[in-house]
């Protein structure tokens, strides 16, 4: 099965982070690494972009609020239930 949209996560309990990416791909001597790691809230995203917003251009929509980086990684994991029964 697999999960395109807001709505199929929001409706399967999905949990959301967000992972800053800055420094992690330019020269380390120049930018500072921020690697700011952030749980989103997933009702809010689905009142802010709708059910049936697709969850990968979510990451191109995120701003990092420490340095104001765009280049952010989106994770998305299913609830603890889910991912013990899928481990069996
Ligand atoms: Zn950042």
Request: some cysteine; aromatic content about 8%; glycine content about 6%.
């Amino acid at each position: 099965m697999s999960i395109e949209t807001l709505g199929e996560a929001y409706r399967l309990s999905w949990r959301v982070r967000a992972r800053c990416l800055r420094g992690t791909i330019e020269a380390p001597k120049r930018l500072i690494r921020c690697d700011f790691v952030a749980e989103l809230d997933m009702q809010t995203l689905v009142w802010a972009k709708g059910l049936r917003f697709p969850l990968g251009r979510l990451g191109s929509r995120l701003m990092c609020p420490r340095y104001g980086s765009r280049d952010v990684n989106v994770i998305f994991e299913p609830p603890p239930t889910a991912a013990r029964v899928a481990a069996r």
